[in-house]
C-alpha cells in the first residue's frame, strides 16, 4: 500500500522535481552508504540523520540572499540584538553536542 502511494507520487512529479530528487539521494547515497559500513540499521539512520541535519543547516538558499540559515540569523543579530534574547554566535550546533 505504502509502495503504491509512493509510485503514484512520483508520477505526480515534474521533471525538475524528479532530477532534484534524484541528484538528492544520489549525493546522501555518496556520503553514508558507499563509503561507509554499518554494523546495523540503527547505526545508518543515526548518521543519515546527522548527514542531513549538517547538509540542510550549511545549505545556502536564495530566499537569503545567498546566506546559510545560520549566516542569516547572525546577520540580523547585529543589526537589531535587542530582538533576540540570546547570542545566536553561542547558540551554533557542533558535532557532538
Same mark, same amino acid.
Given at each position: ?21 534524484? %541528484?538528492?539521494?544520489? +549525493?546522501?547515497?555518496?556520503? /553514508? *552508504? ?24 550549511? %545549505?545556502?538558499?536564495? +530566499?537569503?540572499?545567498?546566506? /546559510? *540559515? ?28
Amino acid at each position: 500500500m505504502a509502495l503504491e502511494r509512493t509510485r503514484e507520487n512520483w508520477r505526480k512529479l515534474g521533471r525538475s522535481e524528479k532530477w532534484i530528487t534524484q %541528484r538528492m539521494n544520489r +549525493t546522501i547515497k555518496e556520503a /553514508t *552508504v558507499q563509503r561507509y559500513h554499518y554494523d546495523s540499521h540503527n547505526q545508518l539512520r543515526t548518521h543519515l540523520n546527522d548527514f542531513i541535519a549538517a547538509y540542510n543547516f550549511a %545549505r545556502r538558499l536564495k +530566499t537569503l540572499a545567498g546566506l /546559510t *540559515v545560520y549566516e542569516f540569523i547572525c546577520k540580523c543579530w547585529q543589526k537589531e540584538p535587542d530582538r533576540f534574547i540570546l547570542d545566536p554566535i553561542h547558540q551554533m550546533p557542533r558535532l557532538y553536542t
